[in-house]
Nanobody, 124 residues
Framework: QVQLVESGGGLVQAGGSLRLSCAAS????????MGWFRQAPGKEREFVAG????????IYADSVKGRFTISRDNAKNTIYLQMSSLKFEDTAVYYC?????????????????WGQGTQVTVSS
């Protein structure tokens, strides 16, 4: 059974930084792409960042490019999302997802498993 557990969310002032983590279990972690999505109140869940099985390829939503960095540690079965220069509009529940394939993807349907989410609140 696949489990994805996010941590690291919280309350931060605009301009600040946070690092989210997602620990995975249940499948051979290093075989699959991983991603981060987010969902703000009243909005659709949207793609934030994706990373390939090796970490050699990453993709980002335009809204976070240059501010967020996705990474992974296959020895620890964990991915990270380093968020900097946070804005009020980054406030959302952030979800970790494990892909169906080795590559990273910006498409929600390419992800098979999801975590429960962690709340990030940015105060203006």
């Amino acid at each position: 059974q696949v489990q994805l557990v996010e941590s690291g969310g919280g309350l931060v002032q605009a301009g600040g930084s946070l690092r989210l983590s997602c620990a995975a279990s249940g499948r051979t972690f290093s075989l699959y792409g991983m991603g981060w999505f987010r969902q703000a109140p009243g909005k659709e869940r949207e793609f934030v960042a994706g990373i390939s099985w090796s970490g050699g390829s990453t993709i980002y939503a335009d809204s976070v490019k240059g501010r967020f960095t996705i990474s992974r540690d296959n020895a620890k079965n964990t991915i990270y999302l380093q968020m900097s220069s946070l804005k009020f509009e980054d406030t959302a529940v952030y979800y970790c997802a494990q892909g169906r394939r080795p590559g990273g993807s910006g498409q929600r349907q390419e992800y098979a498993y999801w975590g429960q989410g962690t709340q990030v609140t940015v105060s203006s």
